[in-house]
């Protein structure tokens, strides 16, 4: 199956990312990973990863192809280096299973990339519980994830914990997740306000992560995305001290996403930086897309699949 767009109405895709220790922490258990999946590095495909060296650390730019792009944002948790392992182990799964399954599959229709994507997450759930229950120092590691895909128009969020993903069009972020936390079921049934919910102690505590139990509930939205979006995903320690609103400002289109990221980091840090901070973003544009119209809101949309 082929789609317009790849060739003759092609998606040019922008993607960067940022990780830091914070103000607070000694390590930084956070982990990224940015993909091109329609290219492997040997044919130029694009590829970033958190433990890359400082000089590697480079903004790509490529036209999403047959197979897309990957995004990922997870955070760590765990006694001594368990946390780190635990991310990592997560980011690397994610990516080699995609690798594996989505792009030797004939099937290229979004339905069958949001399926990839959901048994990626799945599987890396296992392989952190099984390496967790087979180590005593990395006994009950854990990690969220927050998987994005993008191919053509359609973006696909595949969600385990309260690592964030928004979508910020016309200048405004919407966000497409739904924390899976103690605080925001609170919120959501009526027992605790905004400002209550931002200074509870309890805002930290998930009600699941990868690797804590055999098997995992993996949250899966979606959206179109229009020309000019850009997608961003982040840690809480990030989306614990900056506002929606600041995050559209500072990725607005006068930006590029290394001062984006860097910024926003920056404010997090400013803000006494209580955790670490990692930020993944990535702008959409090209003939592939369609201008946001009237109707286009943004929002958390729940995708079935097949």
Not at 128 to 154: E, Q, R, Y
Request: charged fraction near 20%; glycine fraction near 10%.
């Amino acid at each position: 199956m082929t789609f317009p767009g790849i060739h003759d109405r092609p998606v040019h895709i922008e993607v960067f990312a940022r990780t830091h220790v914070g103000m607070k922490r000694q390590q930084n258990q956070d982990s990224f990973l940015i993909a091109d999946l329609s290219r492997s590095q040997a044919e130029g495909g694009f590829r970033l990863e958190s433990d890359m060296a400082p000089e590697e650390m480079l903004i790509g730019r490529f036209v999403g192809g047959s197979k897309g792009a990957l995004l990922i944002a997870a955070d760590g948790m765990g006694g001594a280096s368990a946390g780190a392992v635990a991310s990592k182990l997560v980011s690397s799964y994610i990516y080699e299973s995609v690798s594996a399954t989505w792009l030797a599959d004939r099937n290229n229709a979004p339905s069958q990339f949001a399926s990839r994507l959901v048994e990626a997450v799945e599987e890396a759930n296992e392989s952190v519980h099984t390496s967790g229950m087979k180590s005593p120092d990395l006994m009950g590691m854990g990690s969220t994830a927050t998987v994005v895909g993008i191919l053509n128009d359609f973006l696909f969020v595949a969600q385990v914990g309260d690592s964030r993903a928004y979508l910020i069009r016309d200048g405004a972020a919407g966000q497409v997740t739904r924390d899976q936390s103690i605080v925001q079921e609170m919120l959501d049934a009526g027992q605790l306000t905004e400002a209550e919910a931002l200074a509870s102690e309890r805002r930290n505590v998930i009600l699941q992560a990868l690797g804590a139990n055999p098997t995992v509930s993996v949250d899966l939205t979606y959206h179109q995305v229009r020309r000019g979006d850009v997608v961003l995903l982040c840690s809480d320690g990030l989306s614990g001290q900056v506002s929606a609103e600041e995050i559209a400002t500072a990725t607005g289109s006068g930006h590029d996403l290394v001062r984006a990221c860097d910024d926003l980091i920056t404010l997090a840090n400013e803000r006494g930086g209580p955790d670490n901070i990692t930020v993944v973003a990535a702008r959409l544009d090209g003939e592939g897309l369609q201008e946001p119209g009237a109707g286009d809101d943004v929002g958390r949309r729940v995708y079935e699949l097949p």
